[in-house]
């Protein structure tokens, strides 16, 4: 989920998470969700083992979410820290691990990408992707890292409108589909970069810029041949 800030991403999933109530007599479905909340409190007393085997017993001791998840996330690093002296960034990797590792039919994942460097990023993004994949459920994610998103998404949903007065939430669209009319509001362009092939941002009006703001390319998906 794009948009900028104030436009109700946060507030659409804690309300599917149930964590606040919806104006009106709106009734938000009953949902088996898991929640990864934007602001992480280290509130439990005990090693990030001892919060695993509490929290996430069976998931943790799975040799495939060991595999996909765990190992990735570097948790073996931080496994016998305690909570409440984590980084900021380690305890983003950990509740990354929590939320996956419970049961549950949605994922609600609120930028994942806080206190995470750039490598670390992109390692989350391929972590939660490939989990929801191959377990075959669905997430929401919000993340304000663009090129995080770009690894994450395989759909955009578009929040547009003033932000803290009204907003819209547009229908889910293709990632390039919605990336390009994200990044057309914005009136920046992406090209991928030849060597890693990550994006990048083009210098405004410089002759990438222009050339694919006239040929209504904001953003390129596909690494070009």
Known sequence: MLGENGTGKTTFIRLLAGAIKADG??????????????????????????????KIRNSFTHAQFQTDVVKPMQIENIIDQEVATLSGGELQRVAIVLALGKPADIYLIDEPSAYLDSEQRIVAAKVIKRFILHSKKTAFVVEHDFIMATYLADRVVLYEGMPSVEATATTPQSLLSGMNKFLK????????????????INKLNSQND???????NYFFLEVDS
């Open 210 to 216: 222009q050339e694919q703001k006239s040929s209504g």
């Open 25 to 54: 007599d709106e009734q938000i479905p009953e949902l088996n969700v898991s929640y990864k909340p934007q602001k992480i409190s280290p509130k439990y007393v005990g090693t990030v083992r001892s919060l695993l085997h509490d």
């Open 185 to 200: 509001s914005l009136e920046i362009t992406f090209r991928r970069d030849p060597t890693n092939f990550r994006p990048r």
